[in-house]
């Protein structure tokens, strides 16, 4: 049973910064790929960051996101338990003020060139907001 668990979500200045974490358990590290996306009122889900937990495939971020958000993993992976990856945001805008969710997809048998963050993403956590002002 795959759970995943947002948490970090915040309200912050423009400029400021924050760091979202994504608690999951379920599924073999190894064997997954996590995406953080956001969803802002009246607009569509938008792909923000997506990485390879296996670190075989690129780690992939949206144009609008690159060279403010890091996508990363807790150094401390296990294959039994909770692991948790981060998305750090700096230089937050306004236009980054949305409801925040991570998701994960078993993608180790997905071929190797494929953009992680293009995924139909399976398991999903309830979303932690972040408001920008």
């Known amino acids: 049973h795959v759970q995943l668990v947002e948490s970090g979500g915040g309200s912050v200045q423009a400029g400021g910064s924050l760091t979202l974490s994504c608690t999951y358990s379920?599924?073999?590290?190894?064997?997954?790929?996590i995406g953080w996306f956001r969803r802002a009122p009246g607009k569509e889900r938008e792909g923000v960051a997506a990485?390879?937990?296996?670190?075989?495939?690129?780690?992939?971020?949206?144009?609008?996101v690159k060279g403010r958000f890091t996508i990363s993993k807790d150094p401390r992976s296990v294959d039994n338990g909770e692991n948790i990856v981060y998305l750090q945001m700096n230089n937050l805008k306004s236009e980054d003020t949305a409801m925040y969710y991570c998701?994960?997809?078993?993608?180790?048998?997905?071929?190797?060139?494929?953009?992680?963050?293009?995924?139909?993403?399976?398991?999903w956590g309830q979303g932690t907001q972040v408001t920008v002002s």
């Open positions: 998701a994960a997809e078993p993608c180790a048998l997905y071929e190797l060139e494929g953009d992680p963050l293009r995924y139909a993403y399976t398991y």
């Open positions: 379920g599924y073999a590290y190894k064997e997954v790929c």
């Open positions: 990485m390879d937990m296996d670190s075989v495939r690129s780690t992939s971020y949206a144009d609008s």
